[in-house]
Structure formats: structure tokens, C-alpha cells
Nanobody, 113 residues
Framework: QVQLVESGGGLVQPGGSLRLSCAAS????????MSWYRQPPGKEREFVAG???????GVATSVKGRFTISRDNAKNTVYLQMNSLKPEDTAVYYC???????WGQGTQVTVSS
């Protein structure tokens, strides 16, 4: 079955960096687009970044210039490199294959001094 396991979150100071990973299984990863979403405390889940099977990518306006999505098809893994983190980036981060309704457990990112 489809499984998505996010990792790499943690507590970081404003201006710091983190790299999130999402290990995927249960589908043909190399043929699939993948996305990252986040859910800030008390708010709705929101789109952060997406990447097609061919490697084309896009990010939300709120993270443009700071976050980068990438993928390694040999490892069935999608990444989210987050730089210049701000307190408003605090959220639980999830990856998703848009073709399935499955969500992983997410990974908590807290940006605070």
C-alpha cells in the first residue's frame, strides 16, 4: 500500500535551515508528481511546493526564494530544502502524491529563538 514517511523536522532558530525528507513506497515513484504541504497551528493545511515526474517544480509565493523541492528517484525520496526560516514557517510538514488520498504522519518544524 502507499506509504509516505516524512523526517528531518526539528527546532531551529530564525534564519536557520532544515532539509526535510519523504520516503515513498507502494507506487511507481519515478512516474509520480510529489508535493509538500504544511499545517500551521490552528490553521488549514496549505500547499508549499510540488515537483513533476520530469523534475519541473514550483513553490508557494510565501516560500519562494527560500524553499526548494527536489527528488531522488533512485531512493524514492522527495526533499524540501528550507533556508532563511521564519517563525511563520512553524508547522507540521507533509508530503503527498496527488494521485492518492494518503497522508503521512508529518514532521514538525518549529522556528523559534
Amino acid at each position: 500500500q502507499v506509504q509516505l514517511v516524512e523526517s528531518g523536522g526539528g527546532l531551529v532558530q530564525p534564519g536557520g535551515s532544515l532539509r526535510l525528507s519523504c520516503a515513498a513506497s507502494g507506487f511507481t515513484f519515478s512516474s509520480s508528481g510529489m508535493s509538500w504541504y504544511r499545517q500551521p497551528p490552528g490553521k488549514e493545511r496549505e500547499f508549499v511546493a510540488g515537483i513533476t515526474s520530469g523534475g519541473n517544480s514550483g513553490v508557494a509565493t510565501s516560500v519562494k526564494g527560500r524553499f526548494t523541492i527536489s527528488r531522488d528517484n533512485a531512493k524514492n525520496t522527495v526533499y524540501l530544502q528550507m533556508n532563511s526560516l521564519k517563525p511563520e514557517d512553524t508547522a507540521v510538514y507533509y508530503c503527498k502524491n496527488p494521485s492518492y488520498s494518503i497522508w503521512g504522519q508529518g514532521t514538525q518544524v518549529t522556528v523559534s529563538s
